[in-house]
């Protein structure tokens, strides 16, 4: 995924709020319905929690790839206001969405909440993922790698929370392959405030590993794409789009320019694997790391409006080795 020397990069926390405000206005404003914005830097993949403040309490969306992190992103919150954060949603099982929950648990009181099947599938990503990075990127040792907390609210399809106050925000789950296995988003609808975790990243690299099933990386292109339709046809097409990472966009914009680009992600990868001829061995062998590097100057070159490429470097074997499957079954 991504080396040693990502974890000393500086963190970067900025604020967005619901009427485009600056941090100095944001703190000014009035505070009900306003959307907090950290996002840590590639020591933490880059990743955006948001935080929205009602007129009570706050409601957090992902925790962050770590513990330390996720008290950062907190104390980039109590910045802006005291209230408690009563809710914790994670919108998928990636463990920059997960890890840090027991931060907000254990020492905000606050409670998680996942859909059924994010809740089933964390133990699962949780062991691969603690593989990789304690016995082969050796950041973590086995003792201080994060370890999940227990979900304390679970749903399946649909929910809504009602904040002090009457607020709602609903969430619809979405049990079947995004950038994971399954996805959950939640609507404010009294901001027309859409937050869809990682099936979205605007001008930003996608994270092309797949979901983790049965112990593997399994991704699924034209699920992702078809999920990003319903989207469209489930929400208003000036919705605004909160993802985990990139940028805010409409979900009109954003949705079709994440379709524009899952579609030539695999054009890019079927042809640079066909390019290879006899080489393509090499993807399965030491060698693949440098073939995962060329491919993200490539994506850079393809998609000059996109930040992140170190996210095609770490994430690309999971498409790289699923097109490899397919041509070999042809």
Known sequence: MKTKTMMTMTLAATTFSSLACTSTQALNSNPVGRIIEFKSGPEGFDTRTFFYEGSQEVVAFDAQFTPEL?????QHLRTFTKKPISWLVI?????????GASVFKKEEGTKIISSQATADAIPGVHAYKKYYFVNMAKMFTSE?????????????????ITLHGGEKIELKEFNRPGVSSNQTVALIPKRKALFVGDLIHDQAHAWLEGGIVQGKPAPQMASWISLLQDLQNDFSPGTKVFGGRGQTTTLLAGAEAQIAYLKKAKVLVRNYILGLGRQRVELANEQAGAHYKKLAEIFAKEFPECSLSYMIEYGIYGLVNDELAQLEVK
Do not use: C, G, M
């Open 91 to 99: 919108t998928h099982p990636n463990p920059d969405k997960f890890n």
């Open 144 to 160: 201080n790698y994060p370890e999940p907390v227990s979900v304390d609210e679970v749903f399946k399809e649909q929910l809504t």
């Open 70 to 74: 996720a008290r950062q992103s907190i």
